[in-house]
């Protein structure tokens, strides 16, 4: 914990498939609260099964925060499903609630992902944010992610298009006994 974070910050969690509710929730917060930041929107995740907001805790590690039992943010991994391709994975979901940011709490759950990441044998982070969206930017930049691309034109909402930039990190650690070609 670093020394600004908030003294009682919220308690950081992996979400399992019993964890829909939660899950459901914050998913649905951010994309209702911050609707440009995200590729998804409400509309798409509102119509999904049970079964299929079960199936994206099973397919991807997603972390949450948990304000008692209220879950205030939330980090996803995805990752790469090819053999040769298993070493990377993408951060997805991320949302903060807003009274939460500046605080670390992002950070603190970036950090769980990286270690989560690294037991794994993931050794790169990647990401893609909009273009103008200054203060996710910021964050991942502020997290060691550099621009690695831009797809010109990669969103498109409400008929307008926005660039999207492609950025990527190394995990801070690595797996004990990753060797060579993991
Ligand atoms: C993205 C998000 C999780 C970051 O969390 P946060 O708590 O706001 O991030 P932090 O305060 O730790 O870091 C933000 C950093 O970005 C930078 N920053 C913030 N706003 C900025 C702006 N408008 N322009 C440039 N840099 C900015 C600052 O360097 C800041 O760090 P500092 O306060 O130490 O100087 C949060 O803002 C959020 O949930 N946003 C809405 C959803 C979203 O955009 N998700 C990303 C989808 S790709």
Do not use: C
Not at 46 to 71: C, K, M, Y
């Amino acid at each position: 914990m670093n020394d600004n974070m908030h003294p009682t910050m919220p308690v950081i969690r992996m979400l399992s498939p019993a964890d829909v509710p939660a899950f459901r929730a914050i998913r649905l917060e951010s994309l209702q609260r911050d609707p440009g930041a995200f590729a998804s929107t409400t509309q798409d995740w509102l119509g999904i099964s049970d079964a299929d907001w079960q199936r994206h805790l099973v397919d991807n590690a997603i972390f949450a925060a948990f304000e008692g039992e209220t879950p205030v943010a939330i980090m996803g991994l995805m990752r790469q499903r090819a053999s040769k391709m298993a070493h990377r994975a993408t951060v997805i979901m991320v949302y903060v609630r807003a009274i939460w940011r500046g605080t670390g709490l992002a950070e603190a759950l970036l950090d769980m992902l990286d270690r989560h990441a690294a037991i794994l044998g993931i050794r790169q982070l990647e990401l893609a944010v909009r273009a103008d969206n200054a203060g996710a930017v910021g964050f991942y930049e502020k997290a060691g992610f550099a621009a690695i691309g831009r797809v010109p034109g990669g969103f498109l909402q409400d008929g307008q298009e926005f660039d999207e930039i492609l950025m990527a990190r190394r995990t801070r650690r690595q797996h004990p006994n990753a060797g060579a070609n993991r």
